[in-house]
């Protein structure tokens, strides 16, 4: 992807009919600078490697500036919008839908928005799902609770009955669909990434990852007051991060009581004599009480064995790394007659059902309207996402199936070490 | 207990020799009103069963009331206190801490004040524990967190080592344990009870209640939302409660988002027509999701089969009300092949590791300094209680061995039926 | 009053004609415990004072226990409920107008539910007001959010006025007025007693202080960081209180970080060798810095000779006890030369207009649900008070134009002079 | 400055002799990954005006990238390292101190770490301050308390005495000093910016901002209750900003209860047919209530003729805009004959004085690590900022008497302006 590249796919987009005036000022005027088509945010901001990138001729990466553009691809009059959340609970879903809801009303008219309802599911006749009428009045307050006002649900839906389903919500505007149609695009898609985990590619923060990181100090009070509340004390708390350690990792410097931190990017032993256990024997030792928090993710070759082992019920075992390692420090340490009072905290479910914190509520406000202005604009196919402090347009074929990582080897990683204090935990 | 009978305890005390000037005015006189002996605060409020007392000439139970008293019965220049704090964590340890130290070093001119370390393990050589010499420099943030500066410990300690211990404490202040002793009173001991349950006998209200309370609540918002976010979902909050509901049913009442609640004192069915199990799924038929809180004291009545069983390392089984009605509801809604999403919530050890709100620490405070007040005057064998709105000293005694419950006939119970909506769960 | 008096008062009211299933059980059969009649709570629980009474056979005084009752007055199928809310701000206005209108709605099947816009104005129809329709759903959420949603209004109107237009919105239901009628009561009036300031006559508790308490405690940590963070600083709080200094002396005892408190009920000179200002000198220069709270009724005596003086507009200039010590304590140190840095807090609004907490919720809940109670079954001119930790009915003539004053020889001020250390500040 | 410039000054810096292993593995090897001199983060991501300057073959503006160096420029062990921290608080000062104690100490090995008190004045003998000795002990838990342990204070002092101080502080390290001087520098000096106004040029975000307008949306949903709560209510409140409106701006979008927003950067009219009161009143008109957020630093054009103004004691009167704005407001709807209710709300002092949040904490804890390693790699005269995500080293001179400011026909006025839905209040 380069500028060129970019910018032609862009050159495909047609010309659009219908000015946005976001604000009008007292005499009628426009008073708004819209972002041009051209404007972009380039990706790499290393020095080295722009002189070597140029030296050799090659084209800086970019990506294009979100924002609201002059000209529209649909008429708003006859727009339908439909709105789904998906997979799990995250702070800052509502303020999302908020935000799009009333970018699309205020901003440009449009008053057809559906919500669906419990994620692909809603789109799909048999489960019995309603739809529900976004209004303005019923959005207005969603922020001030956690969760998402539209349901969501997990697991994959057949793709041909959710655009049968957005077909029958258009019957009524087949003009727009047979334009829409004329250019190959039948409906345009524009996605706001979530995860709270915050390792989304080429997207350097997704929304609810503050909140999380602010939430999860206070289960890191908890683990350390209760650690340091008994001889031999232990506090345990699993953090979310399926792949990556960045909530783990930040919390460890947001609240710097912890001694020992997880993270699926980096290997770690329980046995042995770098492995966790015998360091943390060492910290009771001398200091009679540890913290450890472990990202979600983390030790996961600890259950590679028991791949297909299944439950009573034919459920496949839960592999919790938060029980396999409380249960495991028990065993060590029965196993060396010494007293432990080890505590467990699981805050996940309390996390990222929160509202969202403030600084998310602002980042949620921009992420739901700049996807209005893209889909407005006629974009599809593309995340909003957030790069040098630029919020952009980041195609969605970019980052299929690629993740990001926390660093080993950088700065977020490092200052957790330092705030942990801890040493390498493998053996050669 | 009567009046009477309180009354010629309170005249075995002896006659204290210094004087108490809490506060001094600027001329040197004292300025304070101190609690008289006398003054007492009755037991019972209710207007019928007083006039049938007098009826049949009893006497009215009642209480002494707690504050300073003119005449003080140890030398504040050689005395030595000691502190400790046993059992589980609660909001507010610390200022109790606090306040008593505070109050022994301004308010009396204690100077020689020691924290016992892990509890009753403190006190037994073995240990290898190390006394905290509590100053006020020491105590005077402490509150700004949660747990216990001194640690805590479960479990019992020989009483004789314990004896022991507190006489080589005293050893230089030979002439007051005299003087003690010449009464039959080895060392005066005053409890302030702990208990985030809030279910001591003839103590209307414990410290940490209100933090606890506050606390569960967003644990309720976070299962509601939870619960909303999903087709058929359900958010499961197991609070605290071994042997009372007061928790459970207040916090209901605090966020009245719950559906069941679920109180040892209240008998319930899992099966049959009434039963939860049932129940639930006529309130899922009806509005897609359901919230239910369960004290961890409710149900136990399921684990009276198991009383035996051990899990391999020969502890045992862990008797979880929490994750046993979680998994009977999963293995129920499979069984009628319904598709629910289950969200476990247990916030126990987020909760009482946490500082005391505002509420708790002025409740603190007053217990904290009353116990000075009271150990000063040379009562012994008391705890400081909250009866009427007024802080008195309770008989150890008196409370022994009895719980206070929710009425299930009364108005707590009664708002948390009406906050929830729920019927009788228990079959005829 | 005592016992006799008021129950001659209780036999006047009519038998009910409709039960009130509060709770049915599955087999229809009714399952609550109903308060009755002759319960009541008695108002004395000093037992000395108990004694005297008893010796002169004076009867106990008490008060009517809260509840619901079995029979009740009204038909709750025709009968017009309306909610209004009158003056400043309080945390659990909301509360309790959702729970009335719960309760009304569920306990009663009273469909018929008005909110009077904006206090008294709301009853004029001048004013163009409309009522609002308080359904269930109006209320269920409303409690997140601080205010009123009814609004509300200072100043009085016309009584004549107000009861031409309960009169109106009457007329449909003719047979329950024209009973009402029958028994000398037009329409019964059932009052929560709303003040921040906690100081009702004969109430212990009034709703919205505890959460009050707790917001101050974060200005007085402000206030205290300020003073900290500068050489001489000084951080001054006005909290509210214009009668009574409950806020000021609870909260000082709540955040301990506080050197000088003044309320109405106490006394102080300003200037003088025991005055504010040399105490204050004093205090910075042995510490280096201060924290001052006042009660915004503290002081009143140093605008009496103002009290004529108007603004401009004609407006009587504010005396604001706050806005006059930062001066005198500006122009003091002004005049010796003194640099200090004064830093001024007045949170009043931020915390009047805040959501209740978890513990005024509940509270605030029974306060609601029991005002319906006393209503339905017939009962007028009276409030729900908190008294001896029960639900009582105040008869409204008995505490009007009284007011409930910290006891400055009492525990509560006593503890807050030992939490900030201050002498009187009074010359003789 | 450019890529190639700084470079060049990058050479002029000594080669270090001391290895600075942050963190060893087991076996004794270091595992860091140090950052390299040359790397640099280039400034503008533009990717148009990239094109231009290379079109013309201007190089990219860079700033050097922070973090550790692998040599170093002091001799830990000889090293005196002094903390000052001036002007007013801001959230996060002692989480800034504390960072860089730590880093010092086992980052480095520095045991040497003076406070000076109270600002500037720490450094003047006449004052009288001691210095504080700067161990990890101390620092431990500063940072859940606000404000800053070491004191600050406002305005210069002599430049001359402060050097003299360092001087005299650094005696014993004489060889170092030696070594600085050959250089021509006496001594490090790196600075970590503070505005809690976030308005530093060149800067991206400065530390504390995150928590100002976390807490100042706690201000306007105050604000707004109070609004709600009373025919033609209107809420207003200042925030802070002197020069630059981001707080403000930032706050309107995590709080959407707004319907006018001004700042410094944006002119505004009060009379008028757009002028504020004007909008104001209609505004009223059609929704009964209204919010204003006012920056500190807007319509001071209202104050310019003001400017000699002097009160009684010779000091010049405050330009404050909140009363400034409220007594306009009153004045112009007593002229009308409209009954109003305003509250002002001025929360600046509660918010900049509170423990940081979260995300600040992280923040500062990086900038503290990262000013650290400046130092000791020899850095001086510049500031850690961030730029593009990464933290970066920003030399004073480019940032002195310069400040960042909101875009008037950017993306946060925009999004600002959306939120509170108001048009220009400016005639023309």
Redesign the interface.
């Known amino acids: 992807m380069n500028?060129d590249s970019i910018m032609t796919e862009i050159s495909t987009l047609g010309e659009a009919k219908i000015p946005t005036p976001?604000?009008?000022?007292?005499?009628g005027t426009e008073?708004?600078?819209f972002v041009s088509d051209?404007?972009?945010?380039?990706i790499e901001?290393?020095?080295?490697r722009?002189?070597q990138m140029?030296k050799k001729s090659q084209p800086?990466p970019?990506f294009e500036l979100a924002?609201?553009r002059k000209h529209i691809f649909f008429d708003p009059s006859k727009l339908k919008c439909a709105l789904v959340t998906c997979g799990g609970?995250c702070p800052g879903l509502n303020d999302i839908i908020r935000s799009i809801v009333?970018?699309l009303h205020?901003?440009y008219g449009v008053s057809n928005i559906f919500g669906i309802?419990?994620g692909l599911?809603g789109f799909i006749a048999s489960?019995g799902?309603n739809l529900i009428d976004l209004t303005c009045e019923f959005v207005v307050?969603i922020h001030?609770?956690?969760?998402?006002v539209l349901?969501?649900?997990r697991g994959p839906q057949d793709i041909d009955d959710i655009v049968d389903s957005l077909e029958r919500m258009n019957t009524a505007a087949s003009r727009i669909t047979d334009k829409i149609a004329d250019r190959g695009l039948k409906i345009g898609v524009v996605g706001v990434p979530k995860t709270i985990d915050n390792d989304i590619y080429m997207v350097?923060r997704s929304f609810g990852f503050?909140t999380a990181?602010?939430v999860?100090?206070?289960?890191i009070?908890?683990?350390?007051?209760?650690a340091?509340?008994?001889?031999n004390?232990i506090g345990l708390i699993k953090l979310m991060g399926r792949h990556s350690g960045f909530i783990a990792a930040?919390?460890v410097?947001?609240?710097?009581d912890v001694n020992f931190v997880l993270i699926p990017e980096v290997d770690f032993d329980l046995e042995g004599?770098?492995g966790l256990l015998n360091a943390l024997e060492k910290r009771l030792a001398e200091r009679k009480h540890a913290v450890i928090v472990a990202a979600e993710g983390a030790g996961q070759k600890y259950f590679e064995s028991e791949k297909n082992e299944r439950d009573a019920?034919g459920n496949i075992k839960l592999k919790d790394i938060g029980i396999y390692l409380k249960e495991a420090i028990?065993?060590y340490f029965?196993g060396k007659c010494v007293d432990i009072?080890i505590?467990?905290?699981?805050?996940s479910?309390?996390i990222r059902?929160?509202p969202a914190?403030?600084?998310d509520?602002?980042f949620c406000?921009?992420l739901g309207?700049n996807s209005v202005h893209a889909g407005m604009s006629g974009r599809t196919g593309m995340l909003i996402g957030h790069w040098?402090?630029?919020?952009v347009h980041v195609p969605m074929k970019l980052i299929a199936e690629k993740r990001k990582k926390v660093n080993p080897?950088?700065?977020l990683w490092?200052?957790a070490?330092?705030?942990t204090?801890q040493?390498?935990l493998k053996n050669?």
């Open positions: 500028i976001v604000q009008k000022k007292s005499d008073d708004i600078s051209l404007s972009r945010v380039i901001v290393d020095g080295s722009i002189s140029l800086l970019s924002g609201p609970l009333l970018e205020y901003g309802r419990y599911q489960y799902h307050n001030d609770r956690g969760g998402t349901g969501s649900s350097s503050d990181v602010d999860a100090t206070s289960a009070v908890s683990a350390s007051n209760e340091e509340g008994y001889p004390g930040t919390a410097l947001a609240q710097q004599p770098n019920s028990i065993t029965v009072s505590k467990y905290i699981d805050p479910y309390m059902s929160l914190n403030a600084n509520r602002v406000n921009f309207r040098n402090n630029q919020f080897r950088g700065s490092r200052s070490l330092e705030a204090g040493s390498s050669d």
